[in-house]
């Protein structure tokens, strides 16, 4: 995408629960963020998950698909809620996300972890452990557990029988960790590729190959470690880490626990990215139980904005406005209920992209 590009389509998916509200406070924050830094966004809605498939019978469907392939960007909410629960599994609403994460190929899922000064001491780790954190997760996003063939629930002589099936063809591993090695030499130059090399031979496969693809990055520090002892040491000792590359159902795991070193799920952004597609969404779910009561924390939602205006929209600047001003407001101490501690401001979710809207333009 050429840098002086100015207008870009960007596809907004709300999803489900809280999905529509955390949305809706990102496009205000990013409709006032284009006005101060010369960016247009011409911006469809559609729908996925749950709404997709009361209103259209499926959780994602072709169309939808057609045009996040067509935008610059798509910009997308959680999906799920208990009112589906009881869909077959090839039904329900996360399958709309997993549906459109295979189509449009994004194989790169990439979850940073930075702790804001203002939330050290929210974190449920000593505030000496989180400080100065600046982690990047990327997971390998289409293949492993969630898409290996065969799967299902059978009938056998021993009883009923689930099965699932862990794979990794040479070439997905390769663009993955290739993706990360590119990443790692614009940070600290050190990558740790996580895997369970010891007892899966998927994963000895997956060690070849980051060890090929590392030959290629020689400035760049690489190290391997199990996935239990890298749950660990996330734990014990985070700031260890620059880039963390592993494979699906791995990073899903350890990218959520990742994300409470920074206080709260609802702080967490990500991207999806492909040869061409990508998709920015908070790490978080739909969260049913608070939806429609202005609890929801849109901060995540916000700064994966953020992330779109720094990668698919190439405006750096843009999208360091957005982390500044989200910064300030948590400075100043305001905060949603899920990061709030004693002495700080309680404001509602909309409230909560009001501030950070008005902090952009410098307001207040």
Same mark, same amino acid.
């Given at each position: 995408?050429?840098?002086?590009?100015?207008?870009?389509?960007?596809?907004?998916?709300?999803?489900?629960?809280?999905?529509?509200?955390?949305?809706?406070?990102?496009?205000?924050?990013?409709?006032?963020?284009?006005?101060?830094?010369?960016?247009?966004?011409?911006?469809?809605?559609?729908?996925?998950?749950?709404?997709?498939?009361?209103?259209?019978?499926?959780?994602?469907?072709?169309?939808?698909?057609?045009?996040?392939?067509?935008?610059?960007?798509?910009?997308?909410?959680?999906?799920?809620?208990?009112?589906?629960?009881?869909?077959?599994?090839?039904?329900?609403?996360?399958?709309?996300?997993?549906?459109?994460?295979?189509?449009?190929?994004?194989?790169?899922?990439?979850?940073?972890?930075?702790?804001?000064?203002?939330?050290?001491?929210?974190?449920?780790?000593?505030?000496?452990?989180?400080?100065?954190?600046?982690?990047?997760?990327?997971?390998?996003?289409?293949?492993?557990?969630?898409?290996?063939?065969?799967?299902?629930?059978?009938?056998?002589?021993?009883?009923?029988?689930?099965?699932?099936?862990?794979?990794?063809?040479? =070439?997905?591993?390769?663009?993955?960790?290739?993706?990360?090695?590119?990443?790692?030499?614009?940070?600290?130059?050190?990558?740790?590729?996580?895997?369970?090399?010891?007892?899966?031979?998927?994963?000895?496969? =997956?060690?070849?190959?980051?060890?090929?693809?590392?030959?290629?990055?020689?400035?760049?520090?690489?190290?391997?470690?199990?996935?239990?002892?890298?749950?660990?040491?996330?734990?014990?000792?985070?700031?260890?880490?620059?880039?963390?590359?592993?494979?699906?159902?791995?990073?899903?795991?350890?990218?959520?626990?990742?994300?409470?070193?920074?206080?709260?799920?609802?702080?967490?952004?990500?991207?999806?990215?492909?040869?061409?597609?990508?998709?920015?969404?908070?790490?978080?779910?739909?969260?049913?139980?608070?939806?429609?009561?202005?609890?929801?924390?849109?901060?995540?939602?916000?700064?994966?904005?953020?992330?779109?205006?720094?990668?698919?929209?190439?405006?750096?600047?843009?999208?360091?406005?957005?982390?500044?001003?989200?910064?300030?407001?948590?400075?100043?101490?305001?905060?949603?209920?899920?990061?709030?501690?004693?002495?700080?401001?309680?404001?509602?979710?909309?409230?909560?992209?009001?501030?950070?809207?008005?902090?952009?333009?410098?307001?207040?």
């Amino acid at each position: 995408m050429a840098e002086s590009k100015q207008e870009f389509d960007v596809l907004v998916l709300p999803g489900d629960g809280i999905g529509l509200e955390v949305t809706e406070e990102a496009v205000k924050v990013l409709k006032a963020t284009g006005q101060l830094h010369g960016l247009t966004f011409e911006m469809k809605t559609a729908l996925v998950g749950g709404a997709a498939i009361d209103a259209e019978g499926a959780p994602v469907s072709e169309e939808t698909i057609k045009l996040a392939a067509d935008a610059d960007a798509v910009l997308m909410g959680a999906v799920g809620g208990t009112k589906w629960d009881d869909l077959p599994t090839d039904k329900r609403p996360e399958k709309g996300l997993l549906g459109m994460r295979k189509a449009l190929d994004l194989f790169a899922n990439l979850r940073p972890v930075q702790v804001f000064g203002p939330l050290a001491a929210a974190s449920t780790l000593k505030p000496e452990v989180v400080k100065g954190i600046d982690l990047l997760v990327i997971r390998e996003l289409v293949s492993d557990l969630y898409f290996g063939e065969p799967r299902g629930i059978r009938d056998t002589p021993n009883g009923r029988e689930g099965y699932n099936t862990m794979r990794y063809l040479d =070439w997905e591993v390769e663009r993955v960790a290739r993706k990360a090695f590119e990443i790692a030499m614009g940070r600290r130059r050190k990558v740790t590729s996580v895997d369970k090399a010891n007892v899966l031979e998927t994963s000895a496969l =997956w060690r070849e190959v980051v060890i090929e693809v590392a030959r290629d990055f020689p400035e760049v520090e690489l190290d391997h470690m199990y996935v239990d002892n890298c749950s660990m040491q996330l734990i014990r000792n985070p700031a260890q880490f620059d880039v963390i590359v592993t494979g699906n159902i791995f990073g899903d795991i350890l990218s959520d626990e990742a994300s409470m070193l920074t206080g709260s799920i609802g702080m967490l952004p990500s991207a999806s990215l492909g040869e061409g597609a990508a998709l920015y969404e908070p790490v978080h779910g739909s969260a049913p139980d608070i939806a429609g009561q202005g609890k929801a924390n849109p901060l995540a939602m916000i700064l994966s904005a953020a992330m779109m205006l720094e990668i698919s929209c190439q405006a750096p600047e843009a999208a360091a406005s957005i982390r500044d001003a989200v910064n300030r407001v948590l400075e100043e101490g305001y905060r949603t209920g899920d990061i709030a501690e004693e002495g700080s401001s309680v404001v509602s979710c909309s409230e909560m992209g009001d501030l950070v809207t008005e902090r952009l333009s410098g307001q207040g």
